[in-house]
């Protein structure tokens, strides 16, 4: 069955420090989905690619958080420096371009722990 | 904005049904999911309703949406101890790029 690939699995940082997140999205599937989900709520939506172009990026915090996906394949998000707070799971999601009823398939996500 | 609101916690003996309920906000909403979520893990589509529908039945599992109330059910029969986890439901909405929003998710507890 398809997966959605993301490492590391879990990240242990230290805050000001520069650290990123990799995700490689079930083959053929043009829409990418970055969440993040802190302890106990929910996950958030940060940036939505369509190929390579950004859709959505409204909740990122640009001042310290950056998303690309250059070839329209795999994607990077990169937070530097990193803050207490971005202590979180960092979810990656792909789906079919245009297609609701299939949901998303999501990765196993990356634990970050910023001490 | 969109607001998706779920109950925090529900406990059930197994087998017996568990009742997972969402109230959404978001009359534009096309479809609606549910997610489970094993700690550590990554979230697993259970299943998901078209909004012109109002039921849904895939094997143990039965989704119920009142369209007017802004209210989706999940009912799980026969609820066994490996079904302990936490459900998220979610919407999208085709404006919105089919982004999904979630609830805060219901930690469901069977116990033996």
């Known amino acids: 069955e398809a997966e959605v690939a993301q490492s590391p699995r879990y990240k242990i940082t230290e805050k000001s420090q520069a650290v990123a997140f990799w995700c490689d999205p079930i083959?053929?599937?043009?829409?990418l989905y970055w969440y993040r989900q802190i302890l106990g709520q929910g996950p958030e939506l940060l940036v939505q690619f369509q190929d390579e172009s950004v859709v959505d990026d409204s909740q990122l915090p640009k001042d310290r958080f950056s998303a690309e996906r250059l070839k329209g394949v795999d994607s990077t998000l990169k937070i530097q420096p990193a803050e207490l707070g971005d202590s979180a799971m960092y979810l990656c999601a792909s789906s079919l371009s245009g297609v609701g009823n299939y949901g998303y398939t999501f990765g196993s996500g990356t634990r970050l722990t910023v001490v | 904005g969109e607001d998706v609101e779920q109950s925090l916690f529900l406990s059930v003996r197994e087998g017996d049904s568990s009742v997972i309920n969402c109230t959404y906000t978001d009359s534009s909403s096309t479809y609606l999911y549910w997610y489970k979520q094993e700690p550590g893990a990554g979230l697993q589509l259970l299943t998901y309703i078209f909004s012109n529908m109002d039921m849904k039945q895939d094997q143990r599992l039965t989704v119920l949406l009142n369209k007017k109330d802004k209210h989706l059910s999940l009912r799980i029969a026969d609820t066994q101890t490996g079904d302990s986890a936490i459900y998220f439901c979610a919407e999208s909405n085709p404006d919105a790029g089919n982004m999904l929003t979630f609830g805060g998710g219901t930690r469901l507890m069977v116990k033996p």
């Open positions: 083959s053929g599937h043009a829409t």
